[in-house]
């Protein structure tokens, strides 16, 4: 868990210092590895013992983004954990804590605009498969749709290679387990990417 937090303070402190991307060319992609922390909560409606309260999880993905002039194209496909932690009231007002993990594979299809170099503005839909659908602690759903709305930072200098990715998700889909309540993905994604730039030819 600290390794995340500080992993997300570094990549905000760095940002106050460089100010332009180096990925400016109007036209073109690349493909980019990311890895990241994910604050995970379900958001609960209807009758259940259970109290949500967020998580720290892991993700890892690979990207692919276009650019043509303002505008970008980001499909990703991503492994992630979600999810988070429950806690149940006891005899004597004591409370216990279950974690929850829910294990999804999913492609979100971000759209953005450069507002200024360096910057994308992103949003677009999500549609995630779950891994471990009807099994103790996972959701009760294959498959989760949502929106995702964030931004895309690319760095300079020594670090023009990593861009960082803050980003929201919004799930739609009742994964609930229960049937007398209805369960749906929250999620704060944060993310290093590493981009694989093509080598520029001679």
């Given at each position: ?41 379900i958001a609960i409606s209807g009758s259940t013992v259970n ?106 200098d020594m670090l023009n290679k990593f861009s960082l990715h803050?980003?929201?998700?919004y799930g739609f889909t009742n994964v609930s387990p229960e ?24």
């Open positions: 868990m600290h390794t995340y937090r500080l992993l997300f303070f570094v990549c905000l402190i760095t940002s106050c210092f460089v100010a332009q991307a180096q990925s400016d060319k109007p036209i073109g992609g690349h493909f980019g590895v990311k890895v990241g922390a994910s604050f995970t909560q109290i949500p309260k967020r998580g720290l999880q892991p993700h890892l993905g690979l990207m692919y983004r276009y650019r043509y002039n303002r505008y970008v194209v980001q499909p990703e496909v991503i492994l992630s954990v979600r999810g988070g932690t429950f806690q149940q009231e006891q005899n004597g007002g004591t409370r216990s804590t279950t974690g929850v993990s829910y294990y999804y594979a999913s492609i979100p299809l971000m759209l953005g605009y450069i507002p200024t170099e360096g910057l994308t503005l992103q949003a677009g839909p999500e549609f995630s498969y779950a891994l471990n659908a009807g099994q103790t602690g996972g959701p009760g759903a294959n498959s989760d749709l949502g929106i995702a709305v964030g931004a895309h930072y690319d760095f300079l803050v980003r929201y998700i049937a007398t309540a209805a369960y749906y993905n929250r999620n704060l994604q944060v993310s290093l990417v590493y981009n694989l730039f093509p080598k520029k030819k001679k």
